[in-house]
């Protein structure tokens, strides 16, 4: 089993940028692929980013490409959102979750989640 706490979220004006962070218990972090979802209130929680156990794939949302990276640090068990060119939407709670299967967008196929960080985006 793993415990992930995440960190790093705030509020922040629109263009501006925030770095993520999810920390993972135990030893056996690099068995895990690795997510990020987030849920804006009235919404279903929805995917961000991910990344695979080695960190040598990474896959986006369409609406963070090119503006969201997604990196892991086996050494220190963290998962990392770095965050730049917000917009007032990216506004949600954000969570990061860890799965015992390969890389994807289904919240299904996650078997571990943190409690979440707010971001909020003023415009």
């Known amino acids: 089993q793993v415990q992930l706490v995440e960190s790093g979220g705030g509020l922040v004006q629109a263009g501006g940028s925030l770095r993520l962070s999810c920390a993972a218990s135990?030893?056996?972090?690099?068995?895990?692929?690795m997510g990020w979802f987030r849920q804006a209130p009235g919404k279903e929680r929805e995917f961000v980013a991910t990344i695979s156990r080695s960190g040598s794939s990474t896959y986006y949302a369409d609406s963070v490409r090119g503006r969201f990276t997604i990196s892991r640090d086996n050494a220190k068990n963290t998962v990392y959102l770095q965050m730049n060119s917000l917009k007032p939407e990216d506004t949600a709670v954000y969570y990061c979750?860890?799965?015992?299967?390969?890389?994807?967008?289904?919240?299904?196929?996650?078997?571990?989640w943190g409690q979440g960080t707010q971001v909020t985006v003023s415009s």
């Open positions: 979750a860890a799965s015992n299967s390969n890389v994807s967008p289904s919240t299904a196929s996650y078997d571990y």
């Open positions: 135990g030893r056996t972090f690099s068995r895990y692929s």
